[in-house]
Each structure stands twice: as structure tokens, then as C-alpha cells.
């Protein structure tokens, strides 16, 4: 019998943040400020269309929609790279990839 190559992928290596350690700091920050201005302007989107009885409109429901997407998909596609900038572990496991992606699609 012949015996075949069973390699299996585990984990992910992302690089391309920053190789410099200086960097790394200012660049979370900034990813970390993008993020948080993204979340806070569709949360606000989302309060006033919800409280303001003006806005029930069909075009505000679908704009309360595209704001709900947003923050869906800024927070599975930004949390993991945050937590790479933080951490410094740039590692991925193969199972938290396919979790980000099904959550994503």
C-alpha cells in the first residue's frame, strides 16, 4: 500500500500590518479609531431613524438596514485584526477563518 502526504493546514500567518514594532501601536489605534467611528455614526443612524416617527419611511428603513450590515460586517472583518495589532499573535486558525467567513457571507 502506498502511503500519501496527509498534511493539513491548521492555522493562517497574516503579515502585512507592520514589521516595524513602532508602527504597530499607531496603527491599532487608528484601525481601533475607524472602527469605533464606524460603529457610534450606525448606531446613531440606527437610533434616529428608530425614534424619530418622520423617518418610517421606506427609503430610512432601507438606509436602517444598509447601517445594521455595516456594523455586522466591520465587526467580523476589524475584530481579528485588532486583536492581531494588539496581541502581536498574527496566527489564525483555520476553524476562525471559516467562522469569519460564514459569518461574512
Known amino acids: 500500500m502506498i502511503e500519501k502526504n496527509k498534511t493539513a493546514?491548521?492555522?493562517f500567518v497574516l503579515k502585512g500590518f507592520s514589521d516595524i514594532p513602532e508602527f504597530?501601536?499607531?496603527?491599532s489605534?487608528?484601525?481601533l479609531l475607524i472602527y469605533l467611528t464606524t460603529?457610534?455614526?450606525n448606531i446613531l443612524i440606527l437610533l434616529l431613524i428608530c425614534l424619530d416617527p418622520h423617518l418610517h419611511t421606506p427609503m430610512y428603513f432601507f438606509l436602517g438596514n444598509l447601517s445594521a450590515l455595516d456594523i455586522r460586517y466591520t465587526?467580523?472583518?476589524l475584530h481579528?485584526?485588532?486583536d492581531i495589532l494588539v496581541t502581536?499573535?498574527?496566527e489564525v486558525f483555520f476553524i476562525d477563518c471559516m467562522v469569519q467567513m460564514y459569518?461574512?457571507?
Open 9 to 11: 493546514v491548521t492555522f
Open 24 to 27: 504597530e501601536a499607531s496603527i
Open 29 to 31: 489605534i487608528l484601525v
Open 39 to 41: 460603529l457610534v455614526g
Open 75 to 77: 465587526t467580523v472583518t
Open 80 to 82: 481579528k485584526s485588532i
Open 88 to 90: 502581536g499573535d498574527n
Open 103 to 105: 459569518f461574512f457571507s
